[in-house]
């Protein structure tokens, strides 16, 4: 199993930028990619952003394309994302989860290990 530890949410006004880092232990041999998705209150959770662990392969939801970056550093086993002219839409609750099969997809279900969440609310 591999844990998750997500930080850098917060609150911040529209058009500025935040970093979320999520950190992987346990098992971190068996991840094949990483994403990160988002839930607002009443929505259902969403793909945002995947990358895959050795190649750097991403994919973006078309929400946050041009807006977000993800990356990885494989030696200190951390997933970042970079969020630039961030909207009021898109705050939320973001997680980090982690994926042991090849592949990077952008289905939930197919994740097998997941963070707590961290928020990111921005205000207009």
């Known amino acids: 199993q591999v844990q998750l530890v997500e930080s850098g949410g917060g609150l911040v006004q529209a058009g500025g930028s935040l970093r979320l880092s999520c950190v992987a232990s346990?098992?971190?041999?068996?991840?094949?990619?990483m994403g990160w998705f988002r839930q607002a209150p009443g929505t259902e959770r969403e793909f945002v952003a995947a990358i895959s662990w050795s190649g750097g392969s991403t994919n973006y939801a078309d929400s946050v394309k041009d807006r977000f970056t993800i990356s990885r550093d494989i030696a200190k086993n951390t997933v970042y994302l970079q969020m630039n002219s961030l909207k009021p839409e898109d705050t939320a609750v973001y997680y980090c989860?982690?994926?042991?099969?090849?592949?990077?997809?952008?289905?939930?279900?197919?994740?097998?290990?997941w963070g707590q969440g961290t928020q990111v609310t921005v205000s207009s």
């Open positions: 346990g098992r971190t041999f068996s991840i094949y990619s």
């Open positions: 989860a982690a994926r042991t099969r090849r592949f990077i997809s952008t289905m939930r279900n197919d994740y097998s290990d």
